[in-house]
Nanobody, 130 residues
Framework: QVQLVESGGGLVQAGGSLRLSCAVS????????MAWFRQAPGKERDFVAV????????VYADSVKGRFTISRNNAENTLYLQMNSLEPVDTALYYC???????????????????????WGQGTQVTVSS
């Protein structure tokens, strides 16, 4: 069992930055790949970024590539998402998730889907004003 708790969301102006954190407890974090997803009101939950167990491999959604950075610190049991150059379209509830399936990977043929992740946090709200 893994428990995930997100923090760091808030209100920011367009062009600003936020850093999300996800505290991991329970099972050993490096058994899992970790990811961020987001969900805007009335829309499906979308993939943002995924990182393997060591932090050495990452994949990003095209919409955030070059602006967001996913990282993890297994010694501190924490997953991060650094978000720069934020845009109003980034407004959403951001979730961290864990999956053994993504513990390690080389090349992904498609973006990870929410159904592939076993554990989820409760989400943290990010609102970007124009």
């Amino acid at each position: 069992q893994v428990q995930l708790v997100e923090s760091g969301g808030g209100l920011v102006q367009a062009g600003g930055s936020l850093r999300l954190s996800c505290a991991v407890s329970g099972d050993t974090p490096n058994y899992y790949g970790m990811a961020w997803f987001r969900q805007a009101p009335g829309k499906e939950r979308d993939f943002v970024a995924v990182v393997n167990w060591s932090g050495g491999r990452t994949v990003y959604a095209d919409s955030v590539k070059g602006r967001f950075t996913i990282s993890r610190n297994n010694a501190e049991n924490t997953l991060y998402l650094q978000m720069n150059s934020l845009e109003p379209v980034d407004t959403a509830l951001y979730y961290c998730a864990a999956a053994r399936t993504y513990r390690d990977f080389l090349v992904l043929r498609s973006n990870p889907a929410p159904k592939e992740f076993e554990y989820w946090g409760q989400g943290t709200q990010v609102t970007v004003s124009s």
